[in-house]
């Protein structure tokens, strides 16, 4: 990722992890970015100023107001300077501090004047992590649109095991390219992504639904955001984390996604159609728990509402629509009629009984089909490259 241009200030606070800090500084630094470094007192603890100073060539800056030197309004010219912050270590006091607003220091202060994106790197001991007190200050700053990456899980500097460790610095450098690519091909476009599966009850305890895991759906919703869009993921019953930086909302039957759906439409730049809502539902839903009695169980079923169908009359010329199939014979030739029928501008379609490419796995192997008769072999890889490679062909195609 070329970064040149790009100013990035990475706040260091005083955990052991300050010394992966250094090398992420390192990674930035070649990349092309212009660094800057804010430290608090505990940080300079762990690592010294001089080694940041070295390997951006810039000052550090640790105190609010440092003899023989004009600092009137320093914490406002650092917030305005930066394209991105970082805190990276950020322990559970500055977490803290931040998340109710207190400017104990410079770095806490740049970081509450500061209107740019800040993504925020935790380090602390598992105990520390997990605490009902530091989870409620996370979930008010991812409230308030704070970036996080995820810790990792293992062994600490204490000698205790679990999460709370920093993440890798190459991690964060990749998060770093990230959201700084918001000015990419779809900067100002909004996306609706469904994904997951439908769940259609019969009782209170029984439902009928089918094995998409979700996870191809949740790709595309993450490939869009870091191309820059404004993504809302319109998730079925999944065991998958909510992306950072997507709405997620998150429905059970076809009727809840198809009403989302229509709810957005009119505002969206593109839909994907990725998720695997239920074709049919059972005619009536029993209010009770139905008892096994020994004799058959005959259970009737009605038509789902079609989603993509629906929509013909609604979309305007400017809008594009990309539909998924999963298919078991005649693959092209189904998606091909599901693409003229459903009035697509592209259908992405898969082979369920292929290996590595039907549900629940991590990889997969698509075609991409056109209307304009064009299309894409996407060979088998995992869905975060398919992903990428299938808004690659649209947009490029455009």
């Not at 992420?24 to 505990?42: C, P, S, Y």
């Not at 009727?255 to 009536?284: C, G, H, W």
């Not at 305007?316 to 298919?327: M, P, S, V």
Request: aromatic residues 8%.
């Amino acid at each position: 990722m070329n970064l040149t241009n790009r100013r990035i200030l990475i706040g260091v606070t005083g955990g052991i992890a300050a010394y992966k800090t250094a090398y992420l500084t390192r990674l930035l630094v070649k990349a092309g970015a212009d660094v800057r470094v804010v430290m608090t007192e505990a940080g300079t603890k762990f690592v010294t100023p001089l080694t940041f100073e070295s390997l951006t060539d810039n000052d550090v800056a640790v105190d609010m107001f440092p003899p023989g030197k004009f600092v009137g309004t320093r914490h406002i010219s650092y917030a305005e300077w930066a394209d991105l912050i970082v805190i990276a270590p950020a322990t559970a006091d500055f977490i803290a501090q931040i998340a109710n607003g207190f400017c104990q220091n410079l770095l806490s202060t740049i970081v509450c004047a500061a209107s740019k994106q800040i993504l925020i790197a935790p380090a602390m001991n598992d105990g520390m992590y997990s605490s009902p007190a530091v989870q409620k200050n996370i979930a008010t700053l991812r409230e308030q649109d704070y970036k996080f990456i995820d810790v990792g899980i293992g062994e600490m500097a204490c000698n205790s095991f679990g999460p709370g460790r920093m993440a890798e610095p190459d991690e964060i450098f990749e998060r770093i390219s990230e959201l700084l690519q918001k000015d990419g091909p779809l900067a100002g476009k909004n996306i609706i992504v469904t994904a997951g599966p439908c769940r259609e009850a019969i009782d209170p305890v029984r439902f009928i639904s089918n094995r998409s895991s979700g996870k191809m759906g949740y790709a595309i919703a993450i490939e869009a955001e870091k191309l820059g869009a404004s993504v809302t993921l319109i998730s079925g019953s999944v065991a998958l984390p909510a992306p950072d930086g997507v709405e997620v909302i998150n429905v059970e039957t076809t009727q809840e996604m198809a009403e989302a759906v229509y709810d957005r439409f009119d505002n969206s730049d593109y839909l994907v159609m990725a998720a695997a809502p239920a074709d049919y539902k059972p005619t009536i839903s029993f209010d009770q728990k139905i008892k096994k009695c020994g004799n058959k169980m005959m259970v009737e079923f009605s038509p789902t509402p079609d989603i993509l169908k629906s929509l013909i009359p609604k979309r305007n010329d400017k809008q594009t629509i990309i539909g998924f199939a999963l298919e078991t014979e005649n693959v092209i030739e189904n998606a091909n009629k599901k693409l003229i029928d459903k009035k697509l501008d592209y259908i992405v379609v898969n082979d369920a009984t292929e290996k590595g490419a039907g549900f629940d796995t991590d990889t997969n192997r698509v075609t991409v089909l056109a209307i304009n008769g064009d299309s894409i072999d996407i060979d088998l890889a995992d869905k975060d490259v398919i992903a990428r490679k299938i808004w690659e062909y649209v947009l490029g195609d455009e």
